[in-house]
């Protein structure tokens, strides 16, 4: 018994000596590293939209850590951690609970989780970034100072496809009496663009019926009979996420409806949405707002300084892929909002204030584009007070059996799309009784 | 009415897949009481594995290395996790197998990585028209695979003496034990041939998903299956399963535009509870008469 007593003492002491002195130690790195930029990541490393997330975040820590390798952004050196989300919205909230005291910036990669730190981030002072995601109407910094959807939105992208539409079909006059099928998976991301396809339905004269698909939408042979055989479409658009970004393309096959007359969501052109589909997949288009493949400048250094040191942070194979350089250019922008907040306030460790302010005033000419290693891979951005899209173009890529190819590059119709995003934004802020900012007499 | 028969046909086939994961269900509880939560991983885990053994070598190898994966999960399952949990209550075990599923999947990714792979196994996906209905050869053959599989299956219930020993075991495990059948040894082999049926099912979807973390997903189209089949009965889960998946087609072709559409998933529930209504165990569940 006494053995016993004071071998459980000496475990005890030798457990807490440890903790202590790896404490220190840690903390004496950390102060010799000196002051770094937190960042928090809600990744999914898990879960069924695991390559989604795992591509985005991995991306994202190999340019930070390159950048680490480098001295820093003006010497100001990252530091980060990961928070697993699994897509689901409620454990998104509760990572962005955890991380919330450290960090400046979010990107919650999902829509879900996008509406529900909306009002935290405006509350907490949090800037919450959705690029290519989340509320189309949020780009209005009037109503929503702390929302950034650089670089574009799913409205601007809507309107950017049925101008690709038109192009393909030789010309806008040739919509009319056009029928479109907008096939959604019905969750709020996927209903998001209904009334934008019904707007310019209205406008340019095509048909448009919806066709929801319920998740996970594993089996979508019901809503293809219907669009095939039934109502007869010219254009589908496939707005799903995850498998069901896939199975579309084999339903189509199967029924012998081309897979060019097929045109996806951003979130559905990444390789591991065509590769199951195999030759099904073929022809099949997709818009994007940034470049594929390891062609750029910027992408060659990280495989070179991060890959070649063995400290990348996924599978070497997954470098270049889209949802690995997607999570390159949520970096680049993170970066330049970094490099534009510290002009005018200073290197230094940014607020949440600081970096809002360094988001809203982005201006990545095609210089500095071509300076940072990724000419070609993406188009310039200016933000604004009032416009946290700052995005012009909407690219748009090609699936031709074993690789994406970029085949154009197209400006949303700004002036239809933001009438609907000033609307929206304003029956937001007068449901929720926000002020909207003057940005007349913002700095 | 080609358009109605076309979805009808449509409906069977995909209900077949959707039986093909119903009968794992139904195997491993009607001879271990145990509602096997991890079957859509089980299929997972077969595909990714016969992805990765296809790599290095022949389809016909791979898929014998693919049983043996099953057959050691399935070894594995009932020695390591069910047996201390012999005799303990139902939610115990469901609990179990909760835990089994996220263990596979935890195996699966940190062998396999997380990335979408795709599977061909060779089996031509042609269509062609019959009377104006469209069918496709992919579909026709898994479902001529599900009938054998449940020919097979059947045969081995009825005629063979392992079989026998199973649906002893099935009825009356101290009743099976007292004439000597070994229970643990039952067990196993009853989660050998559930692995061997989330190979097929595995398989099937894999060929057309891609295999992919998702694939875990499709446990939830069998659950409607059971309900409506009865949670214990290997020929109520491919019957349900043609009703279901016939059903949710029609319903979401027909009425669906009437109701703003997606109800394809909730739709099989409602005819799941109905029936349930008149057949408190399903269409043909074992009724269970307890004295009180």
């Known amino acids: ?443 | 009415m080609t358009f109605f028969f076309e979805v009808l046909i449509s409906g069977l086939l995909v209900g077949v897949m959707y039986s093909l994961v119903a009968m794992g269900f139904a195997l491993i509880y009607k001879a271990s009481g145990v509602f096997n939560f991890a079957q859509g991983d089980m299929s997972l885990l077969a595909g990714l594995a016969l992805v990765g053994f296809l790599t290095v070598m022949p389809l016909w190898l791979a898929l014998l290395c693919t049983f043996a994966v099953m057959t050691i999960l399935a070894y594995g399952t009932v020695f390591i996790i069910f047996r201390p949990l012999v005799a303990r209550p139902p939610l115990i075990l469901f609990m179990a197998a909760i835990g089994l599923s996220f263990l596979i999947q935890g195996i699966g990714q940190a062998i396999w990585g997380t990335d979408a792979k795709g599977l061909n196994i060779g089996i031509p996906e042609i269509s062609f028209e019959i009377s104006g209905i469209y069918l496709n050869t992919f579909d026709l053959t898994f479902g001529g695979v599900a009938t054998a599989l449940v020919a097979g299956l059947v045969w081995f219930f009825q005629k063979t003496r392992t079989g026998r020993a199973l649906r002893a075991v099935a009825d009356d495990h101290e009743a099976a034990l007292s004439v000597g059948i070994p229970l643990l040894r039952a067990w196993a082999v009853t989660w050998v041939i559930a692995g061997i049926v989330a190979t097929v099912a595995g398989v099937a979807w894999g060929s057309r998903l891609g295999v992919q973390f998702s694939l875990s997903l499709i446990a939830l189209k069998a659950l409607p299956v059971l309900i409506l089949g009865g949670i214990d009965s290997i020929l109520g889960a491919i019957l349900a399963g043609l009703l279901i998946g016939a059903s949710e087609n029609l319903a979401e072709v027909f009425i669906g535009p009437y109701v703003g559409g997606g109800i394809q998933t909730f739709f099989p529930y409602l005819v799941a509870l109905i029936v349930l209504w008149f057949k408190p165990y399903g269409m043909f569940g074992k009724e269970i008469i307890e004295r009180v």
């Open chain 1, 1 to 443: 018994m006494g053995r016993k007593l004071i071998f459980g003492f000496f475990a005890i002491v030798l457990a807490v000596s440890f903790v202590f002195i790896s404490g220190q130690a840690m903390a004496a790195e950390k102060k010799k590293a000196g002051p770094t930029q937190f960042f928090g990541i809600l990744i999914y490393r898990t879960g069924p939209f695991a390559a989604g997330g795992s591509g985005i975040g991995s991306g994202w820590e190999d340019f930070m850590e390159l950048r680490n390798m480098q001295g820093g952004v003006n010497g100001i050196k990252y530091s980060w951690e990961e928070c697993e989300t699994a897509y689901n919205t409620a454990r998104g909230v509760e990572c962005y609970e955890r991380l919330k005291d450290k960090m400046v910036l979010v990107h919650p990669l999902s829509t879900g989780i996008t509406y529900a730190l909306i009002p935290r981030g405006t509350k907490e002072h949090k800037v919450v970034v959705s690029s290519g995601y989340g509320r189309a109407d949020a780009s209005d910094g009037c109503v929503f100072p702390w929302v950034f959807t650089t670089p574009t939105n799913y409205w601007s992208q809507n309107s950017a496809k049925i101008k690709f539409i038109g192009k393909q079909m030789g010309g806008m006059d040739k919509l009319k009496g056009l029928k479109i099928a907008n096939l959604y998976i019905d969750i709020p991301y996927g209903q998001e663009t209904k009334p934008m396809l019904d707007a310019l339905g209205k406008k340019f004269g095509f048909t448009v019926r919806h066709f929801p698909v319920p998740w996970p939408g594993i089996d979508q042979k019901a809503q293809w009979l219907d669009i095939v055989r039934r109502y007869k479409a010219d254009w589908v658009i496939n707005r799903n996420w995850g498998v069901s970004c896939t199975v579309p393309l084999k339903e189509a096959a199967r029924l012998g409806f081309p897979g060019n007359r097929i045109l996806g969501v951003w979130w559905c052109g990444s390789e591991e949405d065509v590769l199951p589909a195999g030759p099904a997949a073929k022809g099949y288009y997709t818009a994007n707002w940034h470049g594929v493949g390891r062609n750029f400048p910027l992408i060659q250094e990280i495989i070179d300084k991060v890959y070649g040191k063995m400290k990348g942070h996924i599978s070497f194979t997954r470098v270049g892929t889209v949802y690995w350089n997607r999570g390159v250019y949520t970096a680049v922008i993170n970066e330049e909002a970094m490099r534009t907040a510290h002009k005018k306030f200073g290197v230094k460790v940014l607020t949440g204030d600081e970096m809002r302010w360094g988001m809203e005033n982005l201006n990545i000419t095609a210089e500095r584009i071509k300076e940072i290693g990724l000419e070609g891979f993406m188009a310039p951005i200016k933000t604004s007070c009032e416009n946290h899209e700052g995005g012009k173009t909407v690219l748009f890529q090609q699936w031709d059996g074993n690789k994406w190819v970029k085949v154009d590059e197209i400006a949303p119709m700004t002036d239809f799309v933001w009438k609907r995003i000033k609307a929206s934004a304003a029956k937001y802020a007068k449901e929720k009784g926000i002020t909207p900012r003057d940005c007349s007499k913002v700095d």
